[in-house]
């Protein structure tokens, strides 16, 4: 706290974290100085202590001056006053108090400090506004287990809704629909503590309201409030939780129910006290009307894009805060514009079903492939290198941001994601091994024999006519055979009109390739290459890809591949992939297992990292090598949406010998086209 300020222009932020972290800018832009105070709530909570130490060292330079660590509130006041600041702001839910106790010892404008509490505790939000007759919700705040049981089976209405009477982002939100899952739920919040330290003394249990929620995000100034932008959320139920954030969708048109929710919201904002600057109110329009979730005294969390939110809305919530402390020209203006954003926008939450350390992250590749993605946040994945499953909005691991005129596109790529996220979890997040020792080499495929990749000769006719018949085949096409192997398949296609290029990594096929192609006396065009980095752009009628030989790479490179592939293909050209199908290849294994019992397996399935891994050992230059291969084992619908998201259509699926493909098919033959345009 011995940084020093000139007594300038200042505006002050307390906690400018989450959505408080764009007001340094905001404020720049109405040439004042921000400066930043931390309430010291942080104190109270380790994991939020590590989370405000790392938050101020990334927001240094966005600052004039950063008063952390203070111990004496009277030295910090006055450390302000001298500052002359024209305004004291809160950034984010833990520094409502605060920011309302200083801007009334400074002499500023701010909310009634007398009042703080009731924008902060659920309990007397709801009291307040059952005593200013507008439609809440029934509460109860106790810490007596039988009191709470009575209370519900008065209401005779399940489920009931259990909380902390102080949190955010649906932490420690449980939905009860029994008794005894009241009781398990209450007894698991209480005298716990929250993200910003309160002990849970008392558990709320509250009326649970039925209906589509919204998040109203206004602006106020001398108690005149501003819709800023209106947003509706989609949520998961979960049995026994908090419904977990789907989607969070910007409303565009204001309908009659819109306007009812807004009109209620502001007779909410009249009730609490909040007359100045920005507030979060999340609405249920249930069948009877609007009824109050909660409301914070302060902008709408999630780091939102605020260049997507003023590309659409022409402002964000937080520039138009600043304008209700020191603008009121501004504000005005503010009220008098028109509500008609220009684009639609959808935040997805991601939803993890799975708790473990992960290799990578697919799904930032896979998302940025859907038209409407235009940002997303994997921060904390990231940094963690870690996912947690998700049972609230804090254990969510990401989320993407979809931006576009067109909301039926928007509709389209969140229901590629929600398919993502039930489908297929670890093309969202590539997990790591429980155990070390299913670990497999990444080059495990430089290291096996030859003879491992190549079928018998006497089976190479009968995969060229499989082969020809799936694809469709006419002689004069042009067909990328990747990984070609040693064409003993390849020549056979050529020999009945196909026009031939084979690429494979493994320098002694390409050879044999070349002699066979020789002794038959037809052109090929034969080279050694990786097939994740396949050059050729709309040159190929067909591209065969056969005998397991796609999932040897990480899923990101898997997914480049395919996409060299679409590369590859001229538009209307088809791409045959042939694998084992997984639940048939599983199906065999655990009853080949069953029938060995007692002996040692060299074959594995994890089911964390979803590879089949075996364990070789095989003779080299230097001696014995023991190699630990892991083919990915693909399910369908995950290489529906792999192939989806490269930019081609799944046409066709069979089993082995193009018979009807079912679960118990040991083999999978897809034919996916790439679009004409």
Sequence with gaps: ?????????????VDGYSTGQFYPKAIRAKGLRPVHVSSGTERHSPGLEAYVTEALDHMRDDYDAMLHGWNDIEKLIARLADMAPCCVMPGCEMGVEMADMLARRLGLSGNDAATSHIRRDKLAMHDTLAKAGLPSLASLATNNIDEALAFAADLASWPVVVKP???AATEGVHFCRSAEELREAFSALLGTVTQFGDRNALVLVQQCAKGREYAVNTVSRDGRHILSDLWAYEKIPTPGGAPLYDRTQLVRTLDQNSRAIIDYTFQVLDALGIRIGPAHTEIMLTDQGPVLIESGARPMGGTFPQELIQESVGHTQVQWAVDSYVDAEAFAANAAREYRPTHAMCMKTLISTQDGDIQAIPAIALAARLPSARCGNFISALSKGHVSRTVDLLTSPACVFLYHQDQSVIDADWATLRELEMEAQNLLFEMSPADASLESQDDWFAHVPDECWLKPETESQRDADIIWRALGLSAGERV???PCGDSRVGVLLARQGAVMTGVDLNPRFIARAGERFAEAGIPAELRVGDMRELADKNTFDAIV??????????IEY???????FTDALRPGGRLLIEVPNRKG?????????????????SVFWDEVTERLITHLTVTGPDGELKVRSGVRMYSLPQFRLLLKLAGLRLQQVYGGDLTPFTETSRRMIMVAVKPQS
């Design 165 to 167: 009477l102080r949190s």
């Design 1 to 13: 706290m011995d940084q020093t300020i000139a007594p300038l222009s200042v505006a002050v932020v």
């Design 480 to 482: 990328l055979d990747c």
């Design 545 to 554: 890809n056969w005998f397991n030989s796609f999932g040897y790479f990480g």
């Design 585 to 601: 290849i599983l199906g065999n294994l655990v009853r080949r297992q069953e029938a060995e019992t007692g002996k040692e397996s």
């Design 558 to 564: 898997d997914f480049q591949v395919l996409l060299r």
